[in-house]
């Protein structure tokens, strides 16, 4: 039998603390999932997997700021990974930088332009940097994409900045 390279082995144990650490999040084990990922390094970061797990670790942790890193490398490895996009969005955004989240999630939408939440999430972080048609435009081609998110959007506060804009009340009668 033929020993295994350590190239095959460095897989072998990031695939596993892949797996632990995709338990430990379902569990609500943030922490634990954090060092699971942590023990492995600059492994991590080589596996577009691995760093979104590590990217959420540290999102649930609430501890946005640090997240980025891991969050963007993921985007890079797998820059069709709607999910990446999201949670660097959120990231973004509760780090102050709602500007960066929506740049986020418009070159999330070069990449995988029919993915609704992306369509939905944008047009929340337009309504905060107070880009009314922007926003709309955003909110319209959601629903289009998906009909469930004109439910979503009452309950929205992030679309607060807008409601009372007479543009936005009009416009948005006119999608919903």
């Keep these: 039998m033929i020993p295994p390279t350590l ?14 650490a995709e338990g430990y999040l379902e569990l609500g084990m943030h922490a634990q999932a954090l060092h699971t990922l942590q023990r492995r390094g600059q492994l991590v970061h080589g596996d577009a997997r691995a760093c979104f797990l590590l990217g959420e670790s540290l999102r649930e942790l609430h501890r946005y700021s640090e997240a980025l890193y891991p969050l963007r490398r993921s985007a890079e490895l797998r820059p069709a990974d ?3 996009w999201l949670a660097l969005g959120w990231c973004y955004k509760r780090s102050g930088h ?12 070069v990449v995988t332009p029919d993915e609704a939440i992306l369509h939905f999430n944008l047009a929340c972080y337009y309504s905060l940097l107070r880009r009314p048609l922007a926003a709309l435009r955003s909110l319209k081609r959601a629903i289009a994409l998906d009909p469930v998110m004109k439910s979503l959007v009452e309950d929205e506060s ?13 416009l948005l009668r006119s999608i919903l």
Aim: proline letters at 5%; a negative charge.
């Design 7 to 20: 190239a095959q082995r460095c897989r072998t144990l990031l695939r596993c603390a892949s797996r632990e």
């Design 82 to 84: 709607s999910d990446t």
């Design 98 to 109: 709602v500007d960066q989240a929506a740049q986020a999630l418009e070159q999330a939408l």
């Design 158 to 170: 992030d679309f607060e900045p807008l409601r009372r804009d007479p543009a936005f009340e009009l």
